[in-house]
């Protein structure tokens, strides 16, 4: 199975601050790799696919890079919103596993 | 908009058996795969099984084969999950999903399923 790892597991941030979560996979996953955002209660929200990919919808200052093992998630300056926790997700091969998650609290 | 709406959590007791149910609307279910996937509480997301859009193809993840079957009524617009021999460690609320590319794209509000005596 190939195991992703998520960094940091909790962020303290302000408004305004920008911040960056990596996310490494075991293996090799190209660009096979979604990001979700989820808040207290509520299900997952889709933000990035194939890497780099913005969904329609989601506000510009969220960005996404890399391939193969290593990949980032950033927000450029950090919203009230944006308080929530982060999931990486490879689907390169059964079973699709995700990273353990980035919880962003305000600091 | 896409609606996904899961029913049929509940308690439970170790080694008993539960059925979850996933109601579609604003898409036809026939033309998608679909997963569910579960999050125990305070912790991450866990895929737990997808199945193709004929019902044909099913993969699970280790900890359920055997235990777990995923399927689906495309006429229902309906996703099935039958959990048997349930353990203290299937707790979690189970989320439906619609996939598209390979990943989920759209998510149900979630069932809580707690297994306990």
């Known amino acids: 199975d190939i195991q992703m790892t998520q960094s940091p597991s909790t962020l303290s941030a302000s408004v305004g601050d920008r911040v960056t979560i990596t996310c490494r996979a075991s293996?090799?996953?190209?660009?096979?790799l979604v990001w979700y955002q989820q808040k207290p209660g509520k299900a997952p929200k889709l933000l990035i696919s194939?890497?780099?990919s913005l969904q329609s919808g989601v506000p510009s200052r969220f960005s996404a890079s890399g391939s193969g093992t290593e990949f980032t998630l950033s927000i450029s300056s950090l919203q009230p919103d944006d308080f929530a926790t982060y999931h990486c997700?490879?689907?390169?091969?059964?079973?699709?596993?995700f990273g353990q998650g980035t919880k962003v609290e305000i600091k | 908009e896409v609606q996904l709406v899961e029913s049929g959590g509940g308690l439970v007791q170790p080694g008993g058996s539960l059925r979850l149910s996933c109601a579609v609307s604003?898409?036809?279910?026939?033309?998608?795969?679909m997963s569910w996937v579960r999050q125990a509480p305070g912790k991450g997301l866990e895929w737990v099984a997808s199945?193709?859009?004929?019902?044909?193809?099913?993969y699970y993840v280790d900890s359920v084969k055997g235990r777990f079957t995923i399927s689906r009524d495309n006429a229902k617009n309906s996703l099935y999950l039958q959990m048997d021999s349930l353990r203290a460690e299937d707790t979690a609320v189970y989320f439906c999903?619609?996939?598209?590319?390979?990943?989920?794209?759209?998510w149900g509000q979630g069932t809580l399923v707690t297994v306990s005596s």
């Open positions: 194939q890497a780099s």
């Open positions: 293996q090799n996953i190209n660009n096979y």
């Open positions: 199945i193709r859009q004929d019902g044909n193809e099913k």
């Open positions: 604003e898409f036809s279910l026939r033309n998608y795969w």
């Open positions: 997700q490879q689907h390169k091969s059964y079973p699709r596993t």
């Open positions: 999903a619609r996939d598209g590319g390979g990943y989920e794209t759209h």
